[in-house]
């Protein structure tokens, strides 16, 4: 089981995300396998930008590694993102992921919960711009969202050998 993680002040020019971040166009999942609230981009394929945050992550995780498999995207709620699905929150485990983890990229009053097994919140960390964290993909966890817009980028870590 991988630790959840919590750092802040993740990148050191963080509005380049956001600018970046609308610069995508974003869909809304289109097979059940991929139902998640709100809208998200096409995986990041910025070799550069991928290669600072898994660098960063896989860091935290691992003394030494030699590579690894990653995907990440872009993701964003707002208030219409509740119509039609019903729920403020979204608790899952992600069974074909290692890690998983996003970097928020705006401040809002929404979070990210970690649940233990009966999906009772074990760890809530709130929506602070700039403000990443990671935890284990297959214990349970979710957004608890608002109608405020919320951005985030998440990532997921599907592989990796050491």
Same mark, same amino acid.
């Given at each position: 089981?991988?630790?959840?993680?919590?750092?802040?002040?993740?990148?050191?020019?963080?509005?380049?995300?956001?600018?970046?971040?609308?610069?995508?166009?974003?869909?809304?999942?289109?097979?059940?396998?991929?139902?998640?609230?709100?809208?998200?981009?096409?995986?990041?394929?910025?070799?550069?930008?991928?290669?600072?945050?898994?660098?960063?992550?896989?860091?935290?995780?691992?003394?030494?590694?030699?590579?690894? !498999? /990653?995907?990440?995207?872009?993701?964003?709620?707002?208030? *219409? =993102?509740?119509?039609? %699905?019903?729920?403020?929150?979204?608790?899952?485990?992600?069974?074909?992921?290692?890690?998983?983890?996003?970097?928020?990229?705006?401040?809002?009053?929404?979070?990210?919960?970690?649940?233990?097994?009966? !999906? /009772?919140?074990?760890?809530?960390?709130?929506?602070?711009? *700039? =403000?990443?964290?990671? %935890?284990?993909?297959?214990?349970?966890?979710?957004?608890?969202?608002?109608?405020?817009?919320?951005?985030?980028?998440?990532?997921?870590?599907?592989?990796?050998?050491?």
């Amino acid at each position: 089981m991988y630790p959840t993680i919590v750092l802040e002040n993740f990148f050191d020019e963080p509005n380049e995300l956001v600018k970046l971040s609308k610069t995508y166009e974003y869909f809304e999942p289109q097979h059940l396998k991929d139902w998640w609230p709100g809208e998200r981009t096409n995986e990041i394929v910025d070799f550069n930008l991928k290669d600072l945050v898994f660098t960063k992550v896989l860091n935290l995780y691992f003394k030494k590694w030699i590579s690894f !498999k /990653g995907t990440m995207f872009f993701h964003r709620t707002s208030k *219409n =993102t509740h119509k039609g %699905y019903g729920s403020t929150d979204h608790i899952h485990s992600d069974t074909d992921v290692l890690i998983a983890g996003l970097v928020y990229l705006n401040n809002n009053s929404s979070s990210t919960a970690i649940y233990d097994e009966y !999906k /009772g919140k074990k760890m809530v960390v709130h929506n602070n711009f *700039n =403000t990443m964290v990671t %935890y284990d993909a297959r214990q349970n966890h979710g957004p608890i969202l608002t109608k405020e817009e919320r951005i985030t980028m998440p990532f997921f870590i599907h592989d990796v050998k050491n």
